[in-house]
T-cell receptor
Framework: DGGITQSPKYLFRKEGQNVTLSCEQN?????MYWYRQDPGQGLRLIYY???????QKGDIAEGYSVSREKKESFPLTVTSAQKNPTAFYLC????????????FGPGTRLTVT | GIQVEQSPPDLILQEGANSTLRCNFS?????LQWFHQNPWGQLINLFY???GTKQNGRLSATTVATERYSLLYISSSQTTDSGVYFC???????????FGTGTLLAVQP
């Protein structure tokens, strides 16, 4: 079955620690995205990538970093510099272009205390 | 300013009732999607509808791009329809999505 997987589903960390969230897709999509969702809010774009070894900042990139070494994988690192890291993180992918449907993974709930 | 605005913010229905959710957006769109977020947080694609009308079972959607709005119709609602419905618009070279704040739907038996 084609789709997007994210792991882990839940993640708990202490303040000051970096943490990496996994996102893998087997849809053969070139474009991948990371979004953040806070309670009662819509999603906001953190980073996106349209091709391997290239990525761009979204609207709220501060305190986050990404890599894109393989087409299938787009991991997100939440660094200790992110002031409010507790949130729900969703990964998405699509065909590259201006008007293609995005598909989302199941998300990772990160809690930092 | 607000790029994607959804109404109503909350909606309570009795099972079997019909409803219409609205999404207003600024600027032109290349991509307009409707999603249902289930209680576990999964975003389920309902429609990709930058223009025109589509139907899928009890759900249908219409986008009038020239007037910058989209409507999602839910007929004969069921308790499993409960959750948050998001509209998101995309555009530009990156196809990044800009989300509204959602409509929280509760369908009561």
């Amino acid at each position: 079955d084609g789709g997007i997987t994210q792991s882990p589903k839940y993640l708990f960390r202490k303040e000051g620690q970096n943490v990496t969230l996994s996102c893998e897709q087997n849809l053969n999509h070139d474009a991948m995205y990371w979004y953040r969702q806070d309670p009662g809010q819509g999603l906001r774009l953190i980073y996106y990538s349209q091709i391997v070894n290239d990525f761009q900042k979204g609207d709220i990139a501060e305190g986050y970093s990404v890599s894109r070494e393989k087409k299938e994988s787009f991991p997100l690192t939440v660094t200790s510099a992110q002031k409010n890291p507790t949130a729900f993180y969703l990964c998405a992918s699509s065909i590259v272009g201006t008007a293609y449907e995005q598909y989302f993974g199941p998300g990772t709930r990160l809690t930092v205390t | 300013g607000i790029q994607v605005e959804q109404s109503p913010p909350d909606l309570i229905l009795q099972e079997g009732a019909n409803s219409t959710l609205r999404c207003n957006f600024s600027d032109s769109v290349n991509n307009l999607q409707w999603f249902h977020q289930n209680p576990w947080g999964q975003l389920i694609n309902l429609f990709y509808i930058p223009s025109g009308t589509k139907q899928n079972g009890r759900l249908s959607a219409t986008t009038v791009a020239t007037e910058r709005y989209s409507l999602l119709y839910i007929s004969s609602s069921q308790t499993t329809d409960s959750g948050v419905y998001f509209c998101a618009k995309g555009g530009g070279a990156t196809n990044k999505l800009i989300f509204g704040t959602g409509t929280l739907l509760a369908v009561q038996p």
